[in-house]
């Protein structure tokens, strides 16, 4: 659950463009990243490959220009394309003209202001080849299962994620026995007491929302060590302590999300903990243990709520 995926070029400016992913399309057709000394970075940290480094290696390198005092005002650096002739932009990339025009930028004529963004866990459940898990009669793809994609996955590898093993999850769900399955009624219970409880809480939902995600992102984020991400835990700790007020359905809706994302937030901060050295997309500036096939101190790491830690190793 620690290898987080954080896509190098998302937009930051203008306000509400915040978020938005720039396609790697942008990079791949010459987008140069500038910091605002006007220099092209990424010969600093991949010389060979440039703006068409690994992701990992893209947003590291973006981060470390913006904690470095070399980013926008806005905390980013600058994607630029404006040396391509507009013909060229306006035919090999209408999507991103489209949709940076509708936010007042014309990227034919100035650049646009990126910095990484959270994008895919390469972590999630444990499934066996058929895709069962160990929850009798749940059967997971996708992105909420993990082992596909190592510690980095490369770009357009999670459509063929889905296709592939959706395809055999659907198949082997199909050839299970059909099982009646008695409900527990004390979970039932259980859950109805919380549902109840969000309708006499006092706190709105949005505001742990914000409090939980700036938490992550400061300290189990693009750069982690112990210390941050023991502040990381803490902060889940408390904030799924709050008590949470539904004052609507969708205010509901937003309560049970964010009592998953407090759950996969820990999960997420305690296995990079355990994880004490630097591969893929997890980086410890704690410790100076580098990814080496030949002799890694760790293999895949597990968690769970009866036990957690590192299973194997080597790569």
Known sequence: MEMVQFHPT??????????????????????????????????????????????????????????????????????????????????RLPVMLEQFLAFGVDIRKEAMEVAPTAHHIMGGLRIAPDCRTTVSGLFACGEVTGGVHGANRLGGNALADTQVFGKRAGESAGRSEARAIRIDPGQIEAERRLLDGFLE?????????????????????????????????????????????????????????????????????RCALLRRENRGAHVRTDVSVPWAPADSPCGHTFISTARAGIEGAGA
């Open 10 to 91: 998302g937009a930051v400016y203008p306000y509400d463009a915040r978020g938005r992913l720039v396609t790697e399309a942008v990079r791949g057709e010459g987008g140069l990243l500038l910091n605002t000394r006007g220099e092209r970075f990424m010969a600093r940290y991949d010389p060979e490959r440039m703006e068409l480094s690994t992701r990992d290696v893209v947003a590291r390198a973006i981060a470390t220009e913006v904690l470095e005092g070399r980013g926008t005002d806005h905390g980013g650096v600058y994607l630029d394309v404006t040396h391509l002739p507009a013909e060229e932009i306006e035919a």
């Open 201 to 269: 809480g006092e706190v709105n939902p949005a505001v742990v929302r914000r409090e939980l995600r700036l938490a992550m992102w400061q300290h189990a984020g693009i750069f982690r060590d112990a210390r941050g991400l023991a502040a990381a835990q803490e902060a889940v700790e408390r904030l799924s302590q709050e008590r949470l007020r539904a004052a609507s359905p969708r205010n509901l809706v937003e309560c049970c999300t964010f009592r998953n994302m407090c759950v996969t937030a820990s999960l997420i901060a």
